[in-house]
Every structure is written in C-alpha cells, then in structure tokens.
C-alpha cells in the first residue's frame, strides 16, 4: 500500500527532474527562448527554485540563467518575477553546485545594463557574491567573480559598490590560485573595477594586484595574459603615480616579448598598457623608448592589421608628442615609415585619423623632424585624406592639423613642392609660406623652384590683396628679377603679341 | 755855521765809520755769499725736483690710462677667444642642447633596437617551433590512438586486410602503421579492495556466508557455528604499537608548536641580528665565584640510586604479552 503511495511522489519528482532539465537544453539554443517565453517558463521555473531536490533546483536555476543571458526583456523579467531575492538567500545557503546556478544567472543579468545591475545590487547580491569568493570550490569562486566583473563593468558606482563590499582582496586572493580560468575571471573583474576611476584604480593597486598582476605576464595561456594586460592598462590609465606603480612592478622588458604573441589580442592589450604608460609623462615615455619599446611597438604596427594595430599607432603619437628628442627617437626607429604605411593602407577613417595624429606629432617640433615626415611621402597622403569627399570629420580636422604642424616646419621643397599643385587655399597658405622663408635665402633652391614650375604655379594663385598668402607671394616675386616674374605670369604672351600689334616697323 | 762846523768835526767819524763798515763788510762778503748760494741753490733744487716731479707724475698717468687701454684690450681679446667661448660651449651644451651627446644616443638608441628587434625574432621563432612542435605531438598523438583503435583491421597471415590487398605490390602505409602500435588494452578493472593497511580495524571484505570445506571430517564437540564464524572473522586487533604512528608523539608536538607559533600573542617584532640591541647579559655562573655545577659533562641528571627497585633501567616500549594476546582467541577455554 505505501509502495503505490510512494510510487506516485516517485513519479512526481521524475518527471520535474525531466521538465527543467528539457528546459535547461531547449534554453541553450537561441532559436527557442521566444516559445519559451511565450509558453511562460518564467514562472514555471520560479517555483522550482524552490524545489526540495537540489538537482532541481540547480537545474532551474541553470536554465533562468540562460533565458536571461539571452535578452534583456528576459533579464527584465527575472528581476521583476522577484527571483533575485530567493537566489541571493540561497547563494548562502546552498551546496556549490547551486551557488554556481545562482551566481550564473546574477550574472547573466547583471551583464545587459546599469539598471540591471543596479537592481543585482539592490537585492543585497554583493555580499553574498563576495562571500562565495571565499568558497573551496574554485568553480563557485570563478562564477562569482564573474558576476562581479559584470556588476562593475557597467559604471563608476556599480565598482564602487563592489568594492565597497570589500570585493578586491578576495579578487586578488582568486589571481594567485592555481586555477587558469579563476585567475582569468579575476583579472578581468579586477580590470572592469580599476576602468572607472583613479580612485578605485588605487583601491586594487592597494590590495597589491600589480605584483600578482605582473608576475603572470610570462605565462603561456593566451586569454590569461589578455585579461592581465587589459587589468593593467586600465590600473596604468588613470595617472602618473599608477603607470609609475605599474612600471615599477619591472614589467618592461618582459612585456615587450608579448608584442610578438600569436593571439591578437594580447597583442592589442600589450600596445594598449605600453600606450597608457607612456601617454603621462616624457619621462615614463623616455622610460620606454630606452627599453627598445619603440622599436618593439614599431614592428608591430608593422605586422597587424586594423583595429589591433591603432593602440600602436597612438602610442608613437604620444611618444613623439612629448618632446622632439623623444619624436627624433620614434624616426631613427622607423616609426613614420609605418605609419605612411598604416596611412595609406588602412580603410578605416578612425586608424587612418590616429596616424595622420601621429605623424602630425613627430613632425612638429624642428625642421629635421618634418623633414623625416615629408621625406616618408606623407604629405601628399595627408592632403588626400584631408580632400577625400567621404572622409569623416575627425579624419579631417586631424589630417589637417597634421598638415599644418608638418608644413609649418618643413624646410624641405623637393617634398613641399607637390602640395603646390592640389592644396586648398587654407593649406596652399602655410606651403606659400614656407617657400617665402626659404627662398631669399638659398639661390640654389631659387634656381629649382623655377625650373620646376614652381613660379609659375605661385603667379596662378589668386590671392586676395592683404592678405597673408599675397604677402608670401609678394616675398616671394621680390627674391626673382622682374622680367621672370613677369615671364612666368599668366597672360604675358598675350601682353607680348599686343606689344607686336602695337609695333611699328622702322622701314 | 755851527751846524757847518759840527758837521766838518764829524768828518773824521764817518769817514772812520764808513771806513769800518766797509771793511766788516768785506769781511763778511764771503760768507754771505755762500750763504746766498746756499739758500739759492736749495730754492732752486726744490722747485726744479717739483717740477720733475709733476712731469713724473704726468708720465704714470699717460703710462697708466695706456698700459691700462693695452691690458684691457689684450684681456678683451683672451676672453673673447677663449674663456667665454669656453663657458658659452660648456653652458649650451649642458643646459640648451649637446649635439653630439644626442647623436650618441639617438645612435645607441638604434643599437638598443636593433637588439630589441633580434630578440623579438627570435623569441618569435622559438614560440613558433615549440607551438608546432605541441601541434605536431598531438596530431602523432591522434593519429596513433586512431590506429590503435582500428587495429582490428590489420591483416593475419591468412586473411589480408583491407591495407595489405593481394592485388597490390606492398601493404599500404596504414598496414604498417597498425604493424607498428599496439591493439587498445581493455580498460584495467580498479581492484575493489584496498591493499593492506595494518592499521586497519578490520578486513575491508563481505563475510562468506559457509566456511572454507575441511580436508577431513572432523570429530565433535564443535562449538556454535556463529561462535566459530565470529571467531574466524573477528575485527582485526592491531596492537597500540601498531595502530597508532611510530612518530605521532613528535607530529604532536609539531602540531602543538605551529598551533603556537600560530595563536602566540607577542609584540616584540622579530628583528635579524644586525638591528638587535640587546644588552649583554654576562652568565650568572661565569660571573659568580662559585662556578657552576658539572651538569650535562659529569653528570646528566640527579639520581638517588639508593631509591631504585630495580638496576635495569626504564623501558617505554613494552613487547606485548602473548598470553594476553591468545585469551579468548583460540578454541581452548582459558588454559594455556
């Protein structure tokens, strides 16, 4: 008789376990959580986690994770279905296996917005994520740690709170564990904290993160060292004493080596930390260069491409802006001949408009500089980039400007002497003005300028009376006999052929 | 006429008079004269050592604008030429901009890169070739688990495989490759009893439920079979010699001691040697007159002799009794 009676809860349970571990399949894929929804699996799964099996409600757990992961409708309706409350008490509570479930849709909520956060945060989630921190288990602490990661990521007070419930020591115990993916996870959650601010940057680097952070470096699993790079330029970006706390750590031969990893990744987050450290100071700068990064980030620029290669590109523009010693450093290692190359090979507006930065940066300090510029054909290109009709607006004002800084350097008139035939009037002014210094002095280079139709072209140029660029023509028609000047006009053959006309023949 | 005949009386007397003046005048003529010489010719002697003098002092002072002019110029043209050019070159090159001190460096800046660039290469190249080398081993480390999977397929001296077809010259490469590996083992079944801890309480093993058949049948009067059943698998009894580690007592300590070292409660910070100032404290025994005791080198510990039951000394192993050991444990009923 109790058998039978048995039989039935028996059957009961089964056929739960069965429904929510379909549920849990079916959630994984994309193409069904829109007839899960509409079927109402929220509420069927809520009361589930309830449920006196532990498999069960794990497996809930696991599949509102899901659905939540997917949309932030869905995230949206597990936080209004009052199911954060219940997971958070029992993130306390419970087995691992549970805490992992729970800490997995905490996570999978938190992700898709502040507000989302925000209301992660609300239901009291922090203290019993940091708790699970100081778990055994490396799982639970891995999944914690990523829901804290995800908390902090969105914005300064979201951090704040993590930090504030006294996340970031346990963060920097869970770097030190043996595990691969705990240590990854941890990194990451700590580069999403220091993003925000000076002031949480300090608060990890208090913990004494950098240490932990650095020593893994060297360490052969690719996405390990990306997060720990991304954790480190996100420290070395807020100030002076952080990059310097950074560098002190002794990172600087060492993470060149990483410039060459097969990963682009790291690649692009190594270019990253160099570029926030050297971007303070001329001294971190110098710091760098005398390290042989230069060269380093110079090669790689070289062999990336797009996106991956623009932390490179800006960080010999920060370089060379510090100081003409500096940007002579960034030529004799052959920067601008790559970034002639990023320049003209580069299809997008945005890395384009970096490098025509940069290239502005190195030339713009002494003649010699623009000279390396100008001799690297990038003048032409700039002109280009600034003319070309579907160029963006930053592209624009950036290649213009680098054009200006250039040019208003540049002594050197084989490579000015181009832009003489296709430069707008705003560019032609500076390019006029340039040849009017130079020629009163240089008779050799007055000789070139007219054989190479140099005059000719100034004396095309219509420029309006008192104004800057006919002042620079006036300078320049005063260095040159009256009669070439006149030769070189336009209209004096007409002139000429009236004066024939007007001629009368001594018979 | 009285006055004219005074006066011609006095004739006589002027005549004397004038006569005697003259003559004192002669007299002293000399001496005047050589006093007059004397007084003219230091008047003369002075005013022309002034004068000389002015003309002395006119000359230093020509001679000292000009020498002072000459000096000047000659200064002039010594800085010029050296001492300033001297300080401008130190003074330029040391706070405005060292020419050569940055040509060295920009050189041994390309040195430094090119160094940088070599390493880079070459610590790439190194990356490549163990990544290879992994990729390389687990693609070996596949391919032989596939043959070791199909290694059914190879050929007997009789039937010929699929690899080794009759119609062709030679086996294919794949025969020799299943030639070459062994066939998969069967997964070796895990022993289900653990190995002998003589530690344990008793034997790890499911009680027969008939004992082991006997050689011969035996002769009565048997005790209770259940009695001889428990007797036969009765828990194994490990003396506390046995049971308990050789060393516990020491790892007890060892424990009580980090258990210490762990909870211990003390301010005073450890500090290396070097930065101790501990003042020395001189031993009582070496300082008193008395001396000390010969303890540890005469004797180790004080004895009274006279007080001991026995000469042999205390044993802390004690072997186990036998008899106590077999009570209650063979078939016989107490006596041995």
Redesign the interface.
């Given at each position: 008789m109790s058998r039978q009676v048995l039989q039935v809860f028996e059957q009961y349970q089964k056929s739960r376990t069965q429904f929510v571990q379909t549920v849990a399949e079916l959630a994984s894929r994309p193409q069904n959580i829109e007839t899960l929804q509409n079927a109402g699996v929220m509420s069927l799964l809520r009361p589930l986690l309830l449920d006196i099996v532990p498999t069960i409600q794990q497996t809930a757990a696991l599949a509102l994770g899901r659905l939540a992961n997917y949309n932030d409708d869905l995230a949206e309706a597990v936080v209004r279905g009052d199911i954060l409350p219940q997971l958070v008490y029992s993130l306390a509570e419970q087995n691992r296996f549970y805490k992992k479930a729970a800490a997995f849709v905490l996570r999978a909520v938190a992700k898709h917005s502040p507000q989302l956060a925000q209301s992660v945060v609300d239901c009291g989630a922090l203290d019993a994520l940091v708790i699970c921190l100081e778990e055994f288990d490396p799982g639970v602490k891995e999944s914690a740690a990523w829901a804290l990661g995800y908390i902090a990521r969105h914005n300064a007070e979201l951090a704040q709170a993590v930090v504030d419930a006294g996340a970031v020591p346990l963060l920097v115990l869970c770097i030190q564990e043996p595990e691969l993916s705990l240590k990854r996870i941890a990194a990451s959650a700590l580069s999403d904290i220091c993003k925000h601010s000076p002031e949480l940057a300090q608060t990890v680097v208090d913990a004494g993160a950098i240490a932990h952070l650095a020593q893994m470096i060297l360490n052969p699993d690719a996405k390990l060292k990306r997060q720990v790079f991304s954790a480190l330029s996100q420290i070395a970006k807020h100030s002076v004493d952080l990059a310097e706390m950074v560098v002190e750590a002794e990172i600087f031969p060492a993470v060149?080596?990483c410039?060459?990893?097969?990963d682009e990744y790291v690649k692009k987050n190594v270019a990253t930390l160099i570029r926030e450290i050297a971007k303070h100071t001329p001294e971190l700068a110098q710091l760098i260069?005398?390290?042989?990064g230069?060269?380093?980030v110079v090669?790689y620029v070289g062999e990336c491409k797009s996106n991956v290669r623009l932390p490179g590109i800006m960080m010999l523009g920060y370089v060379a802006a510090h100081s003409e010693?500096l940007a002579?450093?960034v030529i004799?290692?052959k920067g601008v001949v790559q970034l002639a190359i990023a320049l003209s090979e580069e299809p997008e507006d945005h890395i384009q408009a970096a490098s025509a930065w940069a290239l502005g940066q190195i030339g713009r300090h002494t003649p010699e500089h623009a000279k390396a510029v100008a001799v690297a054909n990038v003048l032409p290109k700039l002109l280009q980039c600034y003319l070309r009709a579907d160029a963006s607006e930053d592209l624009q004002t950036k290649s213009k400007k680098a054009l200006k800084n250039i040019l208003q350097k540049c002594v050197h008139l084989p490579a000015l002497e181009p832009l003489l035939h296709d430069a707008p009037p705003n560019i032609l002014k500076h390019v006029v003005g340039q040849f009017s210094k130079v020629l009163p002095h240089d008779s050799k280079a007055r000789r070139l300028f007219v054989t190479s139709g140099g005059l000719k072209k100034i004396q095309e140029i219509k420029a309006e009376p008192g104004s800057a660029l006919a002042e620079y023509i006036n300078t320049i028609n005063n260095c040159y006999p009256e009669e070439i000047v006149k030769y070189y006009s336009p209209g004096y053959s007409d002139a000429l052929l009236e004066r024939v006309e007007q001629y009368a023949p001594k018979v | 006429m009285a006055a004219m005949v005074r006066l011609t009386r006095q004739i006589e007397d002027v005549i004397e008079d004038s006569y005697n003046r003259k003559n004192e005048a002669e007299a002293q003529r000399e001496k005047e004269y050589i006093a007059a010489v004397t007084v003219q010719a230091w008047f003369q002697g002075s005013r022309t050592r002034a004068y000389i003098k002015h003309l002395n002092d006119c000359a230093v002072s020509i001679q000292r604008r000009w020498r002072g002019f000459l000096g000047r110029k000659f200064y002039r043209v010594l800085v010029k030429n050296s001492v300033q050019k001297m300080w401008r070159g130190y003074y330029v090159r040391k706070y405005v901009f060292n020419y050569y001190s940055r040509k060295r460096y920009l050189e041994a800046l390309q040195v430094k890169n090119e160094i940088i660039r070599s390493e880079l290469e070459e610590f790439a190249e190194q990356q490549a070739v163990i990544r290879k080398r992994v990729q390389q081993q687990r693609e070996k480390s596949r391919h032989e688990y596939e043959a070791r999977r199909s290694h059914h397929l190879l050929s007997t001296h009789v039937i010929p495989s699929i690899y080794n077809s009759p119609f062709l010259p030679f086996p294919l490469e794949h025969e020799y490759t299943l030639r070459s590996v062994k066939p998969l083992a069967h997964p070796k079944k895990r022993l289900a009893k653990s190995e002998f801890d003589p530690a344990c309480a008793s034997y790890n093993e499911k009680l027969p439920t008939h004992l082991p058949p006997l050689p011969q049948k035996p002769q009565g009067p048997f005790r209770e079979p259940e009695v001889v059943q428990k007797q036969r698998y009765k828990p194994f009894q490990p003396s506390l010699r046995v049971s308990t580690d050789f060393y516990s007592l020491e790892k007890a300590r060892e424990e009580m001691k980090a258990e210490e070292w762990v909870t211990r409660l003390n301010d005073a910070v450890f500090q290396p040697f070097t930065r101790r100032t501990v003042p020395y404290e001189p031993l009582l025994h070496t300082t008193s007159g008395y001396g000390h005791l010969p303890y540890g080198t005469k004797f180790f510990r004080f004895e009274e002799q006279e007080k001991h039951i026995t000469e042999k000394p205390f044993k802390m192993l004690v072997p186990p009794i036998p008899i106590f050991d077999k009570l209650n444990d063979t078939y016989s009923q107490g006596q041995v």
């Open positions: 060149l080596t410039l060459k990893d097969p260069v005398n390290a042989g230069v060269a380093a090669d010693n002579m450093a004799v290692s | -």
